[in-house]
């Protein structure tokens, strides 16, 4: 059902492949030479082989090697994580820029994960590249650490098409005035804050 489903998505989007519709030269590059790069990077096979499961499903990986590419490319000095999974997508990300000041914070309920980023930002001051992963809370989350992102921040947000009301808050992040930028990839979702930017929506075909 979940292939079938991913396969009917693919087909929707077929269009919206190859940075089709894209003028901004900067947002052409992140698509085809980020987005779509598919050349093996120097880490991927050891941090394949360090996995903490071998029987991801396909897609989990690319999302994983496409973190690993965000980082390589927008060398963030700061990175939170929250929601850690199984930590795989974090290890990516890590081995992408390991000089970064880089967190991953996670807890059985919003209270002790919030004390745990209060720690955090009140040590960083800003966050650079924010990942909202596995987690229940990602509404609470990305407010609690709106005031620390900048006019250069990246928000990236997993599994964007989850669940009914992750959908809806996807659509709601697409209208906020204080996000300019936004990519919807399907498993993940692109956020941009940078005032400077004509506010878009981009639909970008990454199966």
């Known amino acids: 059902?979940?292939?079938?489903?991913r396969i009917w998505n693919w087909c929707c989007r077929f269009r919206h492949r190859c940075g089709y519709g894209v003028h901004s030269p900067s947002d052409f590059f992140l698509i085809t030479s980020v987005i779509y790069e598919n050349l093996p990077y120097y880490a991927y096979e050891s941090l394949k082989a360090s996995a903490s499961s071998k029987t991801l499903p396909h897609y989990r990986e690319k999302v994983n090697r496409l973190l690993f590419r965000l980082v390589n490319y927008f060398r963030p000095k700061t990175?939170?994580?929250?929601?850690k999974g199984n930590g795989d997508a974090f290890r990516y990300?890590?081995?992408?820029r390991s000089s970064m000041d880089a967190i991953s914070v996670d807890g059985s309920d919003w209270e002790e994960v919030h004390r745990q980023l209060e720690k955090v930002l009140?040590?960083?001051k800003q966050v650079d590249f924010l990942h909202i992963a596995y987690t229940p809370y990602y509404k609470e989350v990305l407010e609690a650490i709106f005031p620390y992102l900048h006019q250069q921040?990246?928000?990236v947000i997993g599994d964007i098409y989850a669940s009914k009301e992750r959908k809806a808050w996807w659509k709601q992040l697409t209208n906020d005035e204080r996000i300019r930028l936004t990519f919807d990839l399907y498993d993940l979702g692109l956020l941009f804050l940078d005032t400077k930017r004509y506010k878009q929506n981009f639909t970008v075909n990454f199966f």
């Open 122 to 124: 009140k040590r960083m």
């Open 1 to 5: 059902m979940l292939f079938a489903r």
């Open 79 to 83: 990175l939170v994580e929250v929601g």
């Open 153 to 155: 921040s990246i928000v």
């Open 93 to 96: 990300m890590q081995a992408a």
